[in-house]
């Protein structure tokens, strides 16, 4: 049974941080490109970060500089490291593993307010 579960989330001030995890289960999480996404009320999910099997990094403009993406092969792990962290970046974060099949979690809350 594939499992993603994303932990992590939480309420923070503007120009906080939170890092995010995703564990996953039940894949070969080493061949697996990894994924970020997130999702306002009223928006279509986006895509914010991911990191392919050789640790080739990709981010959307918007969080260049202030969010890392990283994983841990052993650990099947990974995790979202969020820095100045911004109101409009309310929303819910999921993790997807990409290969020949694709699995999602379930997401976490981020929430950015003061």
């Known amino acids: 049974q594939v499992q993603l579960v994303e932990s992590g989330g939480g309420l923070v001030h503007p120009g906080g941080s939170l890092r995010l995890s995703c564990t996953t289960s039940?894949?070969?999480?080493?061949?697996?490109?990894l994924n970020w996404y997130r999702q306002s009320p009223g928006k279509e999910r986006e895509l914010v970060t991911n990191?392919?099997?050789?640790?080739?990094?990709a981010y959307v403009a918007s969080v260049q500089g202030r969010f890392t993406i990283s994983r841990d092969n052993g650990k099947s792990t990974v995790l979202l490291q969020m820095n100045d962290l911004r109101p409009e970046e309310t929303a819910v974060y999921y993790c997807?593993?990409?290969?020949?099949?694709?699995?999602w979690g379930q997401g976490t809350q981020v929430t950015v307010s003061s």
């Open positions: 997807k593993a990409g290969g020949r099949k694709i699995f």
């Open positions: 039940g894949i070969t999480f080493r061949i697996y490109t």
């Open positions: 990191i392919t099997h050789d640790g080739t990094e």
